[in-house]
């Protein structure tokens, strides 16, 4: 009898915040690039800037806050995702269909989307903090006193400010994540020229990484400007209308290092979790 393990639900999101550790400067400067409301500066001369103005250190400024976010919004959609998929599969014939691991992931990655919303908010907002003037700057000491001084400052629902672009994101990242990762790992030991191996976990979640990116660019770029934002959007439409006067690209501000960011950060959380699935998880007779 063949032995193998799966996932604890809580895996994905320890996975994803070892990911979070090392990707979190291309993270920050995402978030400054998006909210430029003209392109004046690229991805390295926006490093640049940061590391002449601030400190190598500033380039992890929001680190607590965007590991409170994958404590949140990634831990609820791995295990959502995770937990379903093994539920169905066990006693099944066959593989799940690529459509239903689709909207497993959607759905799970909807709901980890709004749950994560509030620390996403302080996320985006401590990680560009450094760009507003003295007197603008919010100072968030951490992600519980972001979260604390939103609360008491904005009131309740300013914490879910930007929830349906992050809950529509999380959806589409999920599916090209989660969804795209299982399939492309499902083909790839399927045409027998690899095994089940590192290389193999490496060249699916790569691919997924580049699907997710394209799939959630747009939404990103809507999102980041919402929660960054101090009054001047009336709402996601309004939001949408003020970014497209910039033209069509605008809505793809962001882009290389988006995907320099989030292809890494996809391989690093599915090795990440691999590794915790292999020696950790719950062991499956077949």
């Known amino acids: 009898m063949a032995e193998k393990r799966v996932s604890r639900w809580y895996f994905g999101g320890l996975a994803s ?3 979070a550790c090392c990707t979190h400067p291309l993270d920050l400067l995402k978030v400054h690039l998006q909210t430029q409301q003209e392109v004046k500066i690229r991805m390295t001369g926006m490093a640049v800037r940061v590391v002449r103005s601030d400190g190598f250190l500033a380039l992890y400024n929001g680190l607590s806050a965007s590991l409170c976010r994958q404590i949140t919004y990634s831990l609820t959609r791995f295990a959502i995702y995770e937990t379903v998929r093994d539920r169905l599969s066990r006693g099944a014939e066959g593989p799940m269909p690529f459509y239903q691991k689709v909207l497993l992931g959607a759905v799970g990655g909807f709901t980890g989307g709004f749950v994560g919303t509030p620390a996403d908010m302080v996320n985006v907002r401590m990680q560009n903090d450094m760009k507003q003037p003295a007197h603008l700057r919010r100072n968030y000491s951490h ?7 939103v609360f008491r400052e904005e009131g309740l629902k300013k914490l879910f400010s930007g929830g349906t672009m992050a809950s529509s994101r999380g959806a589409l990242v999920t599916v090209g994540q989660l969804s795209c990762y299982d399939q492309a790992k499902q083909l790839v030991l399927g ?12 060249l699916a979640s790569s691919i997924a990484g580049g699907c997710a990116t394209f799939l959630c660019q747009p939404l990103d770029v809507l999102k980041t400007r919402m929660m960054n934002s101090q009054g001047e959007y009336r709402g996601v ?3 949408a209308l003020e970014t497209a006067k910039l033209g069509p690209l605008a809505f793809y501000k962001g882009l290389v290092p988006a995907g320099i960011r989030l292809v890494p950060h996809t391989v690093l959380t599915f090795v990440f979790l691999e590794q915790l699935r292999k020696h950790f998880g719950y ?4």
């Not at 062991?283 to 077949?286: A, E, I, M, T």
Request: hydrophobic fraction near 40%; aromatic fraction near 10%.
């Open 17 to 19: 915040c070892g990911a």
């Open 143 to 149: 992600a519980l006193d972001g979260l604390y001084r």
């Open 191 to 202: 045409s027998g020229l690899l095994s089940d191996n590192i290389f193999t976990h490496f």
């Open 237 to 239: 439409m309004h939001c």
């Open 283 to 286: 062991k499956v007779v077949d």
